[in-house]
């Protein structure tokens, strides 16, 4: 995870959308991440796991995903990756949701104080993807005009 996230910060630091503050956060994270030394247990990763990319059906005892599709970020790794981009989605959109959606996560997972250490890196490596494609010179968008990543993604 951290050299995925290094990967894209040096593709966004060489089309200058990577400040020394910016650098200095996605460094201390990744540090405190690495000196964490163990990790949580691997599951599947969806990615990109959102309304948009699920299924859902209704039983007697409520709603329930009954299928995912758009499998092109899916991977094995700590399943609190998935709650990163809806949770962040959410904080664009709606960011009373976010809380929410989080929360809901929380409660029906084991309690485990590494999620709280590891989301840091979860959400940069996450918000990277999205701040390196969107800082491109040749289409930079507009939300990210006067912005640095450090300012956006620490939202």
């Known amino acids: 995870m951290i050299d995925e ?12 959308a990577i400040a ?8 201390a994270v990744a540090a405190r991440a690495l000196a964490r030394g163990d990790s949580r247990p691997n599951t599947f990763v969806h990615g990109d796991y959102k309304l948009n990319n699920l299924t859902v059906e209704l039983d007697r005892d409520g709603c329930r995903v009954s299928g995912v599709f758009d499998l092109h970020e899916a991977r094995f790794g700590d399943g609190a990756l998935d709650v990163v981009r809806q949770a962040c989605g959410y904080l664009d959109t709606k960011p009373a949701m976010a809380r929410a959606f989080v929360d809901s996560y929380l409660g029906r997972v084991a309690a485990d ?40 993604a620490s939202r």
């Open 5 to 16: 996230t290094q990967l894209f910060t040096k593709m966004a630091e060489a089309h200058g």
């Open 20 to 27: 020394a503050d910016d650098r200095a956060l996605i460094d």
């Open 113 to 152: 104080a590494r999620i709280r250490e590891l989301m840091p890196l979860y959400v940069i490596n996450d918000r990277m993807k999205f701040w390196e494609f969107s800082t491109r010179p040749d289409a930079r968008a507009a939300w990210s005009q006067g912005k640095t990543f450090r300012d956006w």
